[in-house]
């Protein structure tokens, strides 16, 4: 959400009073009343035109679970704030109080909390980016109408266009397009209507939004979601430029590494601040005892969460025997329609001991490879030999959807797999991928991970798969060169 006019209003309302107490909202309609899921305390302790926030005697009460108490928060402007924290500990529950303003931000610092995809429209992607600047917008209309005046527009005219000189106007529109193509729109798509767009793809409409407008705050929660890796590399080199406050959540610890000038930790009911990214974060000295409690549980539950945004195939064998690959492929043509295909002519095999990460741009054809391999796709040409004693288990991010959600993990492997003792089904939880003894293929977002698991890259393009020499480092400073950001 931005913190548009009707934010200024309630900003305004308050009076820039330095402490603000929120678990009401007017909803429209005479009467109708919005209770909120927050109860928000706190003190602003800085000077109210400052551009830095420090807040005092902070408390943060969600569905009457306390998740903050008596903590203080201080953004400092110009620093990027990575937000960490055990999976469940309501780590969105500041930002979202923080974007609509329960908290005592000053009125003259705009806010922009992305939430959600854009909403599905007739207007072009381009279009959706460059009119949510309102103030450019307005101004703009008014040179329209002094212009058509007798006059001319006068002094008054001057002073609209040394306004919108003043924020740039005149190149709005190229700023916007070329974030949507640093997000991966090509002219084309720029000029496609929001409504055409899947939801991930209006997710980063919305995310374009959010950095074309620049604002003093910007919050973001897992903003690599919706990306593939190139666009990964170029929102991570676009934010670590960012001169503004920055609060962004996410899995990733490579993206964190490579954004963030601070980390808050938020933990046993209170925001604890270090200096540095994530790597830097980690060699601070901290009680022995809440490391060995932190690290497990924290490793485990990141892992888990990285798997559910993982899209990952594997292979096993109950015998060994004499086969060149469990999974070979010959002369393999496919596409939806055989005037659109989407690889050509593939030769290449998986074994027992393949660990392999599919990367390349988005509609390449990763996750159609993935279903060529499991045979839920037939090819137009060739063939895809699986060996007889193949077992396929294959972990999507909508097989999460059908968990349930009010089990720990814990205790739904328990119901699944009953007769295991509890300290057995904790280690199989925790268990990490380098343990598994089988083939193992997948497509994730996040570097890190794949550099921890991958022992081969192979890229999706241009109708063929092709190997990449070297690691997913490499691979990432590939990107980093091909988009031009290399230093």
Same mark, same amino acid.
């Given at each position: 959400m931005v913190s548009d006019a009707s934010n200024k209003k309630a900003a305004a309302k308050r009076g820039g009073k330095s402490s603000a107490t929120s678990s009401k909202a007017a909803a429209d309609g005479v009467g109708s009343m919005r209770i909120s899921?927050?109860?928000?305390?706190?003190?602003? &302790?800085?000077?109210?035109?400052?551009?830095? +926030?420090?807040?005092?005697?902070?408390?943060?009460?969600?569905?009457g679970h306390d998740l903050i108490v008596d903590s203080? !928060? %201080?953004?400092?402007?110009?620093?990027? /704030?990575?937000?960490?924290? $055990?999976?469940?500990?309501?780590?969105?529950?500041? #930002? &979202? &109080?923080?974007?609509?303003?329960? $908290?005592?931000?000053?009125?003259?610092?705009?806010?922009?909390?992305?939430?959600?995809?854009?909403?599905?429209?007739?207007?072009?992607?381009?279009? @959706?980016? +460059?009119?949510?600047?309102?103030?450019? #917008?307005?101004? %703009?209309?008014? @040179?329209?109408? !002094? &212009?058509?005046?007798?006059?001319?527009?006068?002094?008054? #005219?001057?002073?609209? /266009?040394?306004?919108?000189?003043? +924020?740039? @106007?005149s190149t709005a529109e190229k700023r916007a397009a070329e974030i949507l193509y640093g997000l991966g729109f090509n002219k084309q798509m720029q000029a496609k209507r929001t409504c055409d767009f899947s939801g991930g793809w209006r997710m980063r409409i919305a995310l374009a939004r959010a950095l074309f407008m620049n604002p003093t705050i910007l919050l973001l929660d897992e903003p690599t979601n919706h990306l593939d890796l190139e666009a990964c590399v170029w929102l991570e080199e676009t934010l670590k430029k960012l001169d503004r406050i920055l609060v962004v959540v996410s899995h990733s610890q490579d993206f964190l590494n490579g954004v963030c000038t601070n980390i808050i930790h938020m933990q046993s009911k209170k925001l604890k601040f270090y200096t540095g990214n994530y790597d830097q974060y980690n060699t601070w000295p901290v009680n022995p005892r809440a490391r060995r409690k932190f690290l497990p549980r924290w490793s485990a539950v990141d892992l888990q969460k990285k798997w559910r945004r993982t899209k990952c195939w594997s292979f096993a064998l109950k015998m060994l025997v004499n086969f060149p690959h469990v999974v070979q492929f010959v002369g393999v043509t496919f596409g939806y329609t055989p005037e659109n295909l989407i690889y050509k002519n593939l030769d290449f095999g998986v074994d027992l001991d393949s660990r392999v990460a599919l990367v390349g741009p988005n509609g390449a054809g990763k996750i159609t490879l993935l279903k060529l391999m499991t045979g839920d796709l037939i090819p137009l040409d060739g063939m895809v030999r699986r060996h007889n004693h193949l077992r396929i288990a294959q972990f999507h991010q909508h097989l999460a959807e059908k968990l349930d959600l009010e089990m720990s993990a814990l205790h /739904?492997?328990?119901?699944? /797999?009953?007769?295991?003792? %509890?300290e057995r089904m904790r280690a199989a939880i925790g268990r990490s991928t380098d343990e598994w003894d089988g083939g193992l293929v997948l497509v994730s977002h996040d570097f890190r991970l794949i550099n921890q698991v991958a022992e081969e890259i192979w890229v999706c393009e241009n109708q063929a798969v092709t190997k990449w020499e070297g690691d997913i480092m490499d691979f990432k400073e590939h990107l980093r060169s091909k988009a031009g950001l290399s230093e």
């Open positions: 899921e927050r109860t928000c305390r706190g003190v602003l &302790a800085s000077h109210p035109l400052s551009r830095d +926030i420090h807040i005092e005697s902070l408390s943060l009460t969600f569905h203080e !928060l %201080e953004l400092n402007y110009g620093r990027r /704030y990575g937000l960490l924290g $055990l999976n469940g500990c309501g780590k969105s529950t500041p #930002l &979202a &109080a923080i974007g609509c303003r329960e $908290l005592p931000i000053p009125e003259h610092m705009d806010i922009y909390h992305l939430t959600r995809e854009i909403e599905a429209s007739d207007m072009s992607a381009l279009e @959706a980016v +460059i009119n949510c600047d309102e103030e450019r #917008l307005r101004l %703009e209309k008014e @040179a329209e109408i !002094l &212009a058509a005046e007798d006059d001319g527009g006068g002094e008054a #005219l001057d002073r609209i /266009y040394e306004q919108l000189e003043a +924020i740039d @106007a /739904y492997m328990m119901r699944e /797999y009953p007769g295991n003792e %509890e």
